[in-house]
């Protein structure tokens, strides 16, 4: 099966511009998630997608950040202005669901990453 | 803050020799996931080990948890050149609204040929 596909790969912008990313996740994938990770990190996660609808988005700056995930299918991340501290790699991640109804876990599909330079 | 934390943050070795990272918690947790990061890569899912279980195997893969401590550990054995990688561990928390990971710095491991 196909993975987690991302676009694109690499971004450089400079501070106050705008950029967006894009993610398509596992078919059938009902949850996706967004993750921020700055180097030498882990992954943070910034919003968590349960079809079409939020799930979790507490750790998202909503002052510049946003996502949607219209069609419960791909999904956009986008940040509006960037700020030099957003340099980072975002990662995007599918699941089969969030475990919400049945009680389990699912392991975590993650795609290759938007790797963003802010200057 | 981050949940997990790895211990070491470095790890080099010799091809061959057995790798262990450590990972420890604050809070419960449902369950724990181990994950590698090649470079420039994402992550993928290595092991997963429930609350409720002590120890679990995958190939060269052997990980423990011990949630008296709310401590975890990976063991790589027999360590080959294409293990280098970074590890993390990720803890699950169930709530109302579902499952988050929460993972930790990670631990680059580097095996030499």
């Known amino acids: 099966e196909a993975g987690v596909a991302q676009s694109p790969r690499y971004k450089i912008i400079e501070k106050r511009q705008s950029v967006a990313f894009w993610c398509n996740p596992i078919s059938g994938h009902a949850t996706l998630y967004w993750y921020q990770q700055i180097l030498g990190q882990g992954p943070k996660l910034l919003i968590q997608f349960q079809n079409n609808g939020v799930v979790d988005d507490s750790q998202l700056p909503k002052d510049r950040f946003s996502a949607e995930r219209l069609k419960g299918v791909d999904s956009t991340l986008k940040i509006q202005p960037a700020k030099l501290e957003d340099s980072a790699v975002y990662l995007c991640?599918?699941?089969?669901?969030?475990?919400?109804?049945?009680?389990?876990?699912?392991?975590?599909?993650f795609g290759p990453g938007t790797r963003l330079t802010v200057t | 803050s981050q949940q997990g934390e790895e211990d070491p943050q470095a790890l080099s070795i010799q091809e061959g020799e057995n790798a262990t990272m450590n990972c420890s918690y604050k809070?419960?947790?449902?369950?724990l996931q181990w994950y590698r990061q090649n470079s420039g890569r994402g992550l993928v899912h290595l092991i997963l080990i429930r609350s409720n279980e002590r120890e679990k195997h995958s190939g060269r893969l052997r990980v423990t948890l011990d949630t008296s401590k709310k401590s975890s550990s990976l063991l790589i054995t027999a360590s080959r050149a294409a293990d280098t990688a970074s590890y993390f561990c990720?803890?699950?928390?169930?709530?109302?609204?579902?499952?988050?990971?929460?993972f930790g710095e990670g631990t680059q491991l580097t095996v030499n040929p």
């Open positions: 990720a803890t699950e928390l169930r709530g109302t609204s579902g499952s988050r990971l929460t």
């Open positions: 809070t419960s947790i449902n369950n």
């Open positions: 991640a599918s699941s089969p669901d969030s475990g919400l109804a049945g009680g389990f876990t699912y392991e975590q599909y």
